[in-house]
């Protein structure tokens, strides 16, 4: 996602629908949830000399204030994909909250208006769907430019960015940049909430096989710099994945032992990749816990607040590295009646390693009482008679 020039709900849509996520499946999401209330189009336009697609809600009915609960309640009984709903609960919840702290307002009482009233509710429901009907498996984002000046608001004259986009932002993980050229408000609070929603981390751009490309316009059409973003849709090369990853690291010397499981759980839940402590001696003799946690970049800051919190460290170091990943895909074998997952590691191809996902394993084991080794063997015979071993093709 190229937001340098700015993001707003309706030129993400745009961007996508230009890419080649199906109008159809848009409009079908979005009439789910706001049956014959509004109409989603699309117009051929260019921005600062630039083609781009942008995309139209138009109003067909009236539509009814109603608070973040209602939109919550429409959005939870509409017949949605799970990854549209879920994805755009998301992306509404992060809103709400940011307009409840912005405005003093509980969050279940902060109202449409607040959050980008029934236009707005088109353009989340239908990127949600676009990225659905994609099939992208994962959202990257690049800086953000929010542009400068003030805006005009409900509320009044506004410092841009307005204090919803910087709730918004604040432990998103997103990167914003500075830019001369960006005059008022370039980057809204709905576009701001879709990329602190939905992307995995921050890319300096694709990497890969670059398969579309997709310019959505905004409303707008500036001289000097289109007013635009754009997506690139690209898929992992052959060669074995590279990525960019932060350790997150401290050094803690007065932590009960018995807490450490418990933090290790949190930080998994937090969204690390992987954690491990390391026993060290310190200074004075002292013996220690180095805990390392391996994040998206993305998940930085929240992953240095759960350390923060649950250890007793008066600091958190970190840093980026680089990781060449195999390509992974998970598949399902019968063991003993049940289903257990294996994970399969491959390159080019050719499967390098099977793994079964031990807490399959270790129900299978608990519930009818066979020993955790032989299930295990059990798993990896099982993924072998199915074809799925070391040097088979995938």
Known sequence: MDASAGVAGDMLLGALLDAGAGLDAVRRAVAEVLPEEVEVGVERVTRAGLGALHATVRHTAPSPVRAWSDLRDLLGAARLDERVRTDALRTFGLLAQAESRAHGIPVDEVHFHEVGAWDSVADVVGVCAALADLEVDRLTCGPVGLGSGTVRTDHGTMPVPVPAVLGVLTGSGLVTTADDTLVGECATPTGVALLAALAGGHARGPEGLVVAGGTGAGTRDTEGRANVTRVVLHEPSSAPHEQTLVEVGATVDDLD?????????????????????????????????????????????????????????????????????????????????????????????????????LEDCREVSLRQGVPLRVVLRAAESAAQASGWEVGAAI
């Not at 994040?295 to 958190?316: F, I, K, S």
């Open 257 to 357: 032992p018995r807490v450490w499981p418990a933090v290790v759980e949190e930080l998994l839940l937090g969204g690390a990749l992987d954690v491990w402590t390391t026993p060290v001696l310190m200074k004075k003799g002292r013996h220690g816990t180095v805990v390392t946690a391996l994040v998206e970049p993305g998940d930085r800051a929240t992953v240095v607040g759960l350390l923060l919190r649950h250890t007793t460290t008066l600091g958190v170091r970190w840093h980026e590295v680089r990781r060449t990943a195999l390509d992974r895909v998970w598949r399902e074998v019968t063991v003993s009646g049940e289903q257990v997952r294996v994970k399969i590691g491959s390159r080019d191809g050719r499967v390098l390693t099977v793994t079964p996902e």
